[in-house]
């Protein structure tokens, strides 16, 4: 394999892994993926999240970005006990559950979304409301967020680059890797921006609504919980 091709596989921690993500009262899964170049000392978080869009045949994603000069305050520690999480985001998790990384950040603004280029805000089918669709908006405008992987979601190696990041990031030693909007979208190009543009307050009511009815319909096997003073 070529040498350039191995450099950008190594730079990803892991990519598009399924993890929980949590904010305030409100959790889901979504695919995660973490960029870490060690030799250039650059990387970031992004969480992505699927919707569908008027004027857009397929489904678009709307990717939650969290650069290291945002983050204010990261944690990783490691739940061996996982009594400390309810069953409800123990169920999301999908692999042994027995032993859970948590990585906790505090930011010091909520971090900026990429999403496809078309006019702002963006002209959500109401099949994208829901639970899911709530939990991110809360994660976008959130400046604290927890993200839990099972242990074993991870070889020792990654597991050891997850200590190495959180550390960097912690002691102010990681600048965000750079993103060039222009080759995102199947080379179309997508725009970056907050979730104020995206989904300004005013539409709150009415994402509120599809996921009162949804959860009407799917009950309490929900992905979308409010936790009762509960945290990690």
């Not at 899964?29 to 000392?41: C, P, Q, T, V």
Request: hydrophobic letters at 35%; proline letters at 6%.
């Amino acid at each position: 394999m070529p040498k350039g091709k191995r450099s950008a596989r190594a730079s990803w921690l892991f990519r598009d892994k399924p993890a929980v993500a949590s904010a305030n009262d409100t959790f889901g899964r979504f695919n995660i993926s973490i960029k870490y170049d060690e030799s250039k000392a650059e990387g970031s978080i992004v969480i992505q999240h699927a919707v569908h869009l008027q004027g857009f045949q397929s489904e678009q994603t709307l990717d939650l970005v969290l650069r290291p000069e945002s983050i204010v305050a990261c944690d990783l520690l490691l739940d061996n006990q996982n009594h400390r999480l309810p069953p409800e985001v123990l169920n999301l998790i999908p692999t042994n559950r027995t032993d859970i990384w948590s990585l906790s950040l505090t930011l010091h603004a909520p971090g900026n979304v990429i999403c496809p280029t078309a006019p702002l805000p963006l002209s959500f089918m109401s099949t994208s409301f829901g639970q899911q669709f709530a939990a991110f908006s809360g994660l976008c405008q959130t400046t604290k967020l927890q993200i839990y992987l099972g242990r074993d979601q991870l070889s020792a190696e990654h597991r050891l680059r997850l200590q190495n990041f959180a550390s960097a990031i912690a002691l102010r030693k990681l600048r965000a890797n750079p993103i060039d909007l222009r080759s995102l979208g199947g080379g179309g190009g997508k725009q970056e921006t907050t979730w104020y543009n995206i989904h300004p307050p005013h539409s709150e009511e009415q994402a509120d609504s599809g996921a009162t009815r949804k959860r009407r319909r799917v009950g309490e096997s929900s992905v979308y919980w409010r936790r009762r003073r509960k945290t990690f």
